[in-house]
């Protein structure tokens, strides 16, 4: 069992930054493809990024890439998001999540274990 919890999240203006951190409790993380995901009110829960289990290779959907950066310390169980150049439409809940999936994972049921999320907020 995996227990992922986020933080970090806040409210910024549009044009800035913050970095998410994911923590990881119970097992290693060093196994699992982790990912990002959101969630805005009123809407499905989307796919925002992910990274393989050795960090080797990351995948964005257009809508963040460029702006947005997935990282991971294995030796910290830790992941992180770092988001640049937010604008008001990145205002969500963000997801961290990690997968037994290999590679990159990008849909929901390819993901196990969910953390609780934390909220972002982009004011304009």
């Known amino acids: 069992q995996v227990q992922l919890v986020e933080s970090g999240g806040g409210l910024v203006q549009a044009g800035g930054s913050l970095r998410l951190s994911c923590a990881a409790s119970g097992r290693t993380l060093s196994t699992y493809s982790m990912g990002w995901f959101r969630q805005a009110p009123g809407k499905e829960r989307e796919f925002v990024a992910t990274?393989?289990?050795?960090?080797?290779?990351?995948y964005y959907p257009d809508s963040v890439k460029g702006r947005f950066t997935i990282s991971r310390d294995n030796a910290k169980n830790t992941v992180y998001l770092q988001m640049n150049s937010l604008k008001p439409e990145d205002t969500a809940v963000y997801y961290c999540?990690?997968?037994?999936?290999?590679?990159?994972?990008?849909?929901?049921?390819?993901?196990?274990?969910w953390g609780q999320g934390t909220q972002v907020t982009v004011s304009s």
């Open positions: 990274i393989s289990w050795n960090g080797g290779s990351t």
């Open positions: 999540a990690a997968s037994n999936t290999p590679g990159l994972p990008r849909l929901i049921y390819q993901y196990n274990y």
